[in-house]
């Protein structure tokens, strides 16, 4: 029997109105035949956009969670971000400095022939999967293969986090984090590249976990108010380290980023930081930390030792207090450094040639810090931060084979403009004061002097 056109809208009408009720059949649900019935509807005019919204949301109940559509609204839960630096250096070489061998154990760019790099490449996953769990995962597409920042060394992608908070409180105020993660020990080491001034970490803390990460275990507390102001302190670009709670207590390999624990004996750290908030609405921040293990640095095997210890491991500990005035305009950022850790001590003669000491490897005192002096601009052209930082450490770098003497003794004078918040480029002049290498524990070690430095950096965030 034909339909006439006062029939047809008589069982449009009742369509809409057992898709109203939800009184549908479960096949028509599973089809998805009442959701193609009420967009019909909706473009004809039947209904109005109101009384759509609402019949979807009631229809959507009775929809089946497929894959499929589990899969389609994966970015409700988690978000996509991340920046590239792009860096270009020019060494002006002091006296004698051919025979010397310059280099920086964290920048690759550092050599005595100029070189354009791209320093980082990172993406960020992260997001609340569910109430009590949160995921992130960071990958760097410009990582250095096996973790050496040698001219040599091959470029790869390299895992450089992925965890999970897990929320034991409704207010997320008590976390267990597992996972790959920063080492929750001072604060410019916490601090994301993406927002540091100086293109690289001070080696007085950077040492002491290069890399910074590792894979560890923490326990994280910090009230409502705290997470507020450390996630506000990052989001109005005033430079801060981010939310790794107020007081946090843990353990870690203690080997470093992306390498198994060599002596089963986990590193344990604590670490106390606060906010705080004058009635001007300054920030300045306080905070202590230092963690204690034992450490097995790169060719300390022991040849009369049983075959299952055939490694040396050396007391590791250290301690860090910093003070951090956020830039509202003038900042000032300060951490000092003092422990003991394993060391091959090297001795300079008057030209920088190094002398290795026969003895090896052995545990000595270290200590070292940095002081950053910053003034932010708000300009109507973009953000312009003019900033200076002395670093100083002497101590050695017990990451790499043999745990060389490190001795650094830097100025560095820089730019940062911010035209927009998705790109911004740096210009630093560093003084070179003194300056080891560590490439090696051998006698192509010196002590450089004098071979200053310029770079400038293009940074983009999306």
């Not at 759509?52 to 970015?75: A, G, L, Y």
């Not at 839960?77 to 061998?101: C, L, P, W």
């Not at 450490?295 to 250290?318: C, E, I, L, M, Y």
């Amino acid at each position: 029997m034909r339909l006439t056109p006062s029939t047809h809208r008589l069982k449009t009408a009742a369509l809409a109105f057992l898709a109203a009720s939800g009184s549908v059949l479960p096949s028509l649900a599973t089809d998805y035949t009442v959701a193609d019935l009420l967009q019909t509807l909706r473009q004809r005019g039947t209904i109005s956009e109101e009384e759509f919204q609402r019949m979807s949301k009631t229809n959507s109940k009775n929809v089946p969670r497929t894959v499929e559509t589990i899969k389609d609204s994966w970015f409700e839960k988690m978000s996509i971000r991340g920046y590239v630096q792009s860096r270009y250096t020019h060494v002006f070489e002091g006296d004698d400095a051919a025979k010397k061998s310059f280099s920086s154990p964290a920048d690759p760019s550092l050599q005595r022939r100029d070189q354009l790099i791209l320093r980082r490449g990172r993406m960020i996953f992260s997001g609340d999967m569910h109430d009590h769990l949160y995921l992130y995962a960071q990958i760097d597409y410009q990582a250095s293969v096996g973790g050496s920042y040698s001219e040599t060394a091959q470029s790869g992608l390299q895992t450089r986090d992925i965890y999970g908070d897990i929320s034991l409180d409704h207010d997320k105020e008590h976390r267990i984090r597992l996972g790959i993660s920063k080492v929750p020990y001072g604060f410019v080491n916490l601090q994301s590249s993406q927002n540091r001034l100086s293109m690289e970490r001070p080696e007085a803390l950077n040492s002491g976990v290069e890399g910074e990460r590792d894979l560890g275990v923490y326990y994280m507390w910090a009230d409502k108010v705290a997470r507020a102001r450390f996630k506000e302190l990052v989001a109005t670009g005033l430079k801060g380290s981010g939310d790794y709670g107020v007081f946090t207590v843990g353990a870690y390999n203690g080997q470093g980023l992306n390498r198994y624990d060599s002596n089963r004996n986990p590193h344990v750290l604590a670490r106390l930081a606060y906010p705080f908030k004058l009635e001007s609405g300054q920030f300045f921040e306080l905070g202590l930390s230092g963690y204690h293990g034992q450490f097995v640095p790169g060719g300390s095997t022991d040849a009369n030792a049983t075959p299952k210890k055939q490694v040396k491991q050396f007391d590791d500990t250290r301690a860090a207090a910093n003070f951090i005035w956020y830039p509202q305009p003038f900042g000032i950022e300060a951490e000092w450094t003092v422990g003991r850790g394993p060391e091959t001590s090297v001795w300079y003669a008057a030209n920088g040639t190094g002398t290795i000491d026969p003895k090896g490897i052995t545990t000595q005192n270290l200590q070292g810090g940095y002081i950053t002096a910053s003034y932010k601009m708000d300009t109507s052209s973009g953000v312009v931060i003019p900033f200076s930082r002395w670093s100083y450490f002497d101590g050695a770098r017990k990451f790499q084979t043999g745990a060389p003497t490190q001795k650094v003794n830097e100025l560095d004078f820089g730019i940062e403009y911010q035209p927009w918040t998705c790109f911004e480029v740096a210009l630093i002049y560093t003084r070179a004061i003194e300056r080891s290498s560590t490439n090696a524990t051998t006698s192509t070690n010196y002590l450089t002097k004098g071979n200053d430095r310029i770079s400038i950096q293009g940074q983009f965030n999306y």
